[in-house]
């Protein structure tokens, strides 16, 4: 059974930087390609970024420049660096672990940005 656990979520200024880390459980943390994503009150969840077991990133457009995601295959972690926050980064911020016959979800973590 895989289980996701983030933490590093807070409250902080605009222009102020968050680092979220993901913590998985489970022996498949390496081969699979994991992913951070993001939902706004009242708003769909969406993508913030994604990085393949190789290391491979892709970024949502409003994050590129700003948002790094890497992970340490040996600590079954993944990170999102987040610097320059903006008021509309203001979210419930999942991780998300793409298994072979399902994908599994953390619990979130609340990252608020005030102005």
């Known amino acids: 059974q895989v289980q996701l656990v983030e933490s590093g979520g807070g409250l902080v200024q605009a222009g102020g930087s968050l680092r979220l880390s993901c913590g998985a459980s489970?022996?498949?943390?390496?081969?699979?390609?994991m992913g951070w994503y993001r939902q706004a009150p009242g708003k769909q969840r969406e993508l913030v970024a994604t990085?393949?077991?190789?290391?491979?990133?892709n970024y949502a457009d409003s994050v590129k420049g700003r948002f790094t995601i890497s992970r340490l295959n040996a600590q079954n972690t993944v990170y999102l660096q987040m610097n320059s926050l903006k008021p509309e980064d203001t979210a419930v911020y999942y991780c998300?672990?793409?298994?072979?016959?399902?994908?599994?979800w953390g619990q979130g973590t609340q990252v608020t940005v005030s102005s």
């Open positions: 990085i393949s077991q190789g290391g491979i990133t």
């Open positions: 489970g022996a498949i943390f390496s081969i699979s390609p």
């Open positions: 998300r672990l793409d298994g072979i016959v399902q994908n599994y």
